[in-house]
């Protein structure tokens, strides 16, 4: 007891309070000194509250289930008091209120509580791997006291049914392959599967795909099913297949022969996917007309407006249009459409052709010939057939086995069905031919003036082909002097550079031309622009396989009583190192681009009388003709040759530059009283002959062939 006595406060005070605790408590007072009565106070309730204990579910933390078979999940919690609540929750903790059942039992101390709540549960795909949470709770400790159990759901094969491959705009195009897969979601895994097509088993080793290699018209509105089964169950899946195609008849209109006045109806059943638009074309020559776009075509009144050919074209999105045709006759007698004149050849078999308009057909086709009716069975020399054609004409042919002179003439042909009769006469004449051996002698003439004309053409090409191979021989050495003079020595005025040839059965030409300007020639002169250095050349670093000698002219300068005089044919000619050469062709041909060989000795070519082709081998010793050609040139002869001016050891030179290479040398036009080169010109008449022409020069001396092979000729440089 707690309290003070003189305040008067006697309350009472529980330690540890435990269950027995729990009760009705009473204060009372005793009577007092003075005789004052006993006294009790109302009563006191002490409830003594216990949590529960943790909440256990009976049948463990995992329970195997099977989808739509009920399950009991029990839950209990113990030792509460007041007794425990407890409640239910799903994997996604929401409260479970259905099916939902609790107890609540007095333990044997009397005072305590035990709850049991039982969840009856229909498992559900949905609810595989899911968690099931019962929590319990009373006043004592509102803290939730929970137990999980984990479920394993096992449930029949859930299947889906879809085309991967083959659709376009979600429909599968005939002769396309279309592959079907079979989706499952099963518990355990799906074992077997079964395909049907229409409800017929598809025979293959397919598991869960089907492959329709190709698709046809018979597949659409097919039904396929996929049929997956496993332990717990067989499920089965549909789809319908929709298959697109083009259009093709199932009956085409068919021909009508109808009377005058009366109805008709054509027909055009068509099969495509999607449904063909039908039209329906009326084809006059002229005209086309619209007539309808169903698959029946109803002509109410035959007339001659209506009748004719009734064209059904049908189409489907995607493929090509197509179309049959139908024609409308109207009953009437026949019509004869042969040429009334026909041929045949005496001695061939003939035939005479009969063609009719006939609608109906014919009942019958009679042959005359000169008033005489013809009777195939009776006479040998005919034989008669007969053709029927859907555009409702019908032909008859009389045939002739054997054609003489007398079948030639008149005949009648007799067609006859039952609205009336036609003829028509025929005239058969003989065909007016060539003989044969006429015929046979033009064509054999024809062959032959053809092959002629062939090895003629043959002929000429090959002679064109071994002239144009004989003009197209490259020479042997090919000599570019483009390097060797600037663009200034090309276009100084100078003479043309000319070659005389003394003999008379042909002609050369000579064309220098520049390997860096193919629109300029090489003038065979000097430059005028002054000095020009040339490269310093050693005659020890070229060498050629027939090892030539040194030059074979004299040397260019000679001594005169006022010094030494210079000799312009060779002092004009170009360094030794140049070569140039001559094509292979004969002496009567135009010779284009070069001179032969070397143009610092002379060169006898004389020509090989087997094959007409020149000997380039060069002659070691001196041509006398070498001498004839310079004196011919009219220019004075020295006392002797005397050593070149390069060999020289107190040669002029002026600024630098040998006197032999510079612009001016030899020409008096250019020249200068301060010039070291003479002041004398030296001619060979002084009193007659002019002095050499400034601009020219005697570029070289080439020894030719003559036209006989034995002498050579001279060729200058003017």
């Given at each position: 007891?707690?309290?003070s006595?003189?305040e008067?406060?006697?309350?009472?005070?529980?330690?540890?309070?435990?269950?027995?605790?729990?009760g009705?408590?009473q204060c009372?007072?005793?009577?007092?000194?003075?005789?004052?009565?006993?006294?009790?106070?109302r009563y006191?309730?002490?409830?003594?509250?216990?949590?529960?204990?943790?909440?256990?579910?009976?049948?463990?933390?995992f329970?195997?289930?099977?989808?739509?078979?009920?399950?009991?999940i029990?839950?209990?919690?113990?030792?509460?008091?007041p007794?425990?609540?407890?409640?239910?929750?799903?994997?996604?903790?929401?409260?479970?209120?259905k099916?939902?059942?609790s107890?609540?039992?007095?333990l044997?101390?009397?005072?305590?509580f035990?709850?049991?709540?039982?969840?009856?549960?229909?498992p559900r795909?949905?609810?595989?791997?899911?968690?099931?949470?019962?929590?319990?709770?009373?006043?004592?400790?509102?803290?939730?006291?929970?137990?999980?159990?984990?479920?394993e759901?096992?449930?029949?094969?859930?299947?889906?049914?879809?085309?991967?491959?083959?659709?376009?705009?979600?429909?599968?195009?005939?002769?396309?392959?279309?592959?079907?897969?079979?989706d499952?979601?099963?518990?355990?895994?799906?074992?077997?599967?079964?395909?049907?097509?229409?409800?017929?088993?598809?025979?293959g080793?397919?598991?869960?795909?089907m492959?329709?290699?190709?698709?046809?018209?018979?597949?659409?509105?097919?039904?396929?099913?996929?049929?997956?089964?496993?332990?717990?169950?067989?499920?089965?899946?549909?789809?319908?297949?929709?298959?697109?195609?083009?259009p093709?008849f199932?009956?085409?209109?068919?021909?009508?022969?109808?009377?005058?006045?009366?109805?008709?109806?054509?027909?055009?059943?068509v099969?495509?996917?999607?449904a063909?638009?039908?039209?329906?074309?009326?084809?006059?020559?002229g005209?086309?007309?619209?007539k309808?776009?169903?698959?029946?075509?109803?002509?109410?009144?035959?007339?001659?407006?209506?009748?004719?050919?009734y064209?059904?074209?049908?189409?489907v999105?995607?493929?090509?249009?197509?179309?049959?045709?139908a024609?409308v006759?109207?009953?009437?007698?026949?019509?004869?459409?042969?040429?009334?004149?026909?041929?045949?050849?005496?001695?061939?078999?003939?035939?005479?052709?009969?063609?009719?308009?006939?609608?109906?057909?014919?009942?019958?086709?009679?042959?005359?010939?000169?008033?005489?009716?013809?009777?195939?069975?009776?006479?040998?020399?005919?034989?008669?057939?007969?053709?029927?054609?859907?555009?409702?004409?019908v032909?008859?042919?009389?045939?002739?086995r054997?054609?003489?002179s007398?079948?030639?003439?008149?005949?009648?042909?007799?067609?006859?069905?039952?609205?009336?009769?036609?003829n028509a006469?025929?005239?058969?004449?003989?065909?007016?031919?060539?003989p044969?051996?006429?015929?046979?002698?033009?064509?054999?003439?024809?062959?032959?003036?053809?092959?002629?004309?062939?090895?003629?053409?043959v002929?000429?090409?090959?002679?064109r082909?071994?002239?144009?191979?004989?003009?197209?021989?490259k020479?042997?050495?090919t000599?570019?002097?483009?390097d060797?003079?600037?663009?200034?020595?090309?276009?100084?005025?100078?003479?043309?550079?000319?070659?005389?040839?003394?003999?008379?059965?042909?002609?050369?030409?000579?064309?220098?031309?520049s390997?860096?300007?193919?629109?300029?020639?090489?003038?065979?002169?000097?430059?005028l622009?002054?000095?020009?250095?040339l490269?310093?050349i050693?005659?020890?670093?070229?060498?050629?396989s027939?090892?030539?000698?040194?030059?074979?002219y004299?040397?260019?300068?000679?001594?005169?009583?006022?010094?030494?005089?210079?000799?312009?044919?060779?002092?004009?000619?170009p360094?030794?190192?140049?070569?140039?050469?001559?094509?292979?062709v004969?002496?009567?041909?135009s010779?284009?681009?070069?001179?032969?060989?070397?143009?610092?000795t002379?060169?006898?070519?004389?020509l090989?009388?087997?094959?007409?082709?020149?000997?380039?081998?060069l002659?070691?010793?001196?041509?006398?003709?070498?001498?004839?050609?310079?004196?011919?040139?009219?220019l004075?002869v020295?006392?002797?040759?005397?050593?070149?001016?390069?060999?020289?050891?107190?040669?002029?030179?002026?600024?630098?530059?040998d006197?032999?290479?510079?612009?001016?040398?030899?020409?008096?036009?250019?020249?200068?009283?301060?010039?070291?080169?003479?002041?004398?010109?030296?001619?060979?008449?002084?009193?007659?002959?002019?002095?050499?022409?400034?601009?020219?020069?005697?570029?070289?001396?080439?020894?030719?062939?003559?036209?006989?092979?034995?002498?050579?000729?001279?060729?200058?440089?003017?």
């Open positions: 007891m707690i309290g006595d003189e008067g406060d006697y309350s009472l005070d529980i330690k540890d309070l435990t269950l027995e605790d729990d009705k408590y009372q007072v005793s009577s007092g000194l003075n005789g004052e009565p006993a006294i009790r106070s006191a309730q002490v409830t003594v509250l216990v949590a529960p204990d943790p909440p256990r579910i009976i049948q463990g933390a329970i195997d289930a099977t989808e739509n078979q009920p399950i009991d029990e839950c209990e919690s113990v030792g509460g008091k007794a425990a609540e407890i409640t239910w929750l799903d994997g996604n903790q929401q409260v479970i209120k099916h939902v059942k107890k609540v039992e007095l044997e101390d009397g005072q305590r035990k709850t049991r709540s039982v969840l009856r549960l229909t795909k949905e609810d595989h791997n899911q968690s099931i949470t019962c929590q319990a709770q009373n006043t004592a400790d509102r803290a939730h006291r929970m137990a999980t159990v984990h479920i759901v096992k449930y029949a094969p859930k299947v889906n049914l879809t085309i991967k491959t083959g659709l376009v705009k979600k429909r599968i195009p005939e002769g396309s392959e279309s592959r079907i897969q079979c499952v979601d099963a518990n355990p895994p799906a074992q077997v599967y079964r395909w049907y097509l229409n409800n017929n088993p598809v025979i080793d397919y598991a869960n795909e492959i329709i290699f190709n698709v046809t018209r018979k597949h659409n509105k097919a039904e396929v099913k996929c049929e997956v089964s496993n332990n717990v169950g067989t499920s089965e899946a549909t789809v319908t297949l929709d298959v697109t195609y083009p093709k199932r009956s085409r209109p068919e021909n009508v022969e109808a009377e005058m006045g009366s109805r008709v109806t054509l027909n055009c059943d099969d495509g996917e999607p063909p638009a039908i039209r329906w074309l009326l084809s006059e020559p005209r086309i007309g619209v309808g776009k169903s698959s029946k075509l109803e002509l109410r009144h035959v007339d001659r407006e209506t009748a004719g050919r064209i059904c074209k049908a189409t999105e995607g493929y090509p249009e197509i179309e049959s045709e024609t006759f109207i009953k009437d007698a026949p019509k004869i459409l042969s040429n009334r004149t026909q041929f045949g050849s005496e001695g061939e078999s003939a035939r005479i052709e009969c063609l009719a308009l006939s609608v109906p057909k014919p009942d019958d086709i009679r042959w005359f010939f000169e008033g005489r009716k013809i009777s195939a069975i009776d006479d040998p020399d005919y034989a008669t057939l007969e053709e029927t054609f859907p555009d409702g004409t032909k008859s042919s009389l045939v002739i054997a054609s003489q007398k079948h030639y003439g008149l005949y009648n042909c007799s067609v006859t069905n039952e609205y009336g009769n036609a006469g025929i005239m058969l004449k003989p065909l007016k031919t060539l044969l051996y006429i015929i046979l002698i033009g064509v054999t003439s024809g062959i032959i003036i053809f092959s002629a004309f062939i090895i003629l053409l002929l000429c090409h090959r002679r082909r071994k002239k144009s191979k004989h003009m197209n021989e020479p042997d050495v000599v570019t002097t483009g060797m003079y600037k663009e200034s020595d090309r276009s100084s005025n100078i003479s043309d550079l000319k070659l005389q040839l003394p003999q008379s059965d042909g002609s050369y030409e000579l064309d220098y031309t390997s860096d300007r193919s629109d300029s020639k090489l003038q065979a002169g000097l430059p622009a002054g000095p020009v250095p490269p310093a050693r005659h020890d670093e070229f060498s050629y027939n090892d030539y000698s040194d030059p074979a004299n040397e260019p300068y000679y001594k005169a009583p006022s010094g030494y005089v210079y000799d312009y044919p060779h002092g004009y000619a360094p030794p190192h140049l070569r140039v050469q001559s094509p292979d004969p002496a009567s041909r010779l284009q681009g070069s001179l032969t060989r070397s143009i610092d002379a060169s006898t070519l004389p090989s009388a087997g094959n007409e082709s020149q000997n380039n081998t002659q070691r010793t001196k041509s006398p003709e070498e001498t004839d050609a310079i004196n011919n040139l009219g004075p020295g006392e002797g040759p005397p050593a070149p001016i390069y060999a020289q050891p107190n040669a002029k030179v002026q600024h630098g530059v006197l032999r290479y510079a612009a001016t040398y030899g020409n008096p036009y250019l020249r200068n009283s301060t010039t070291g080169y003479g002041n004398q010109v030296h001619t060979a008449k002084p009193a007659a002959t002019p002095a050499p022409p400034p601009y020219s020069a005697v570029r070289s001396s080439v020894v030719m062939p003559t036209g006989n092979g034995n002498q050579p000729s001279q060729a200058t440089h003017v």
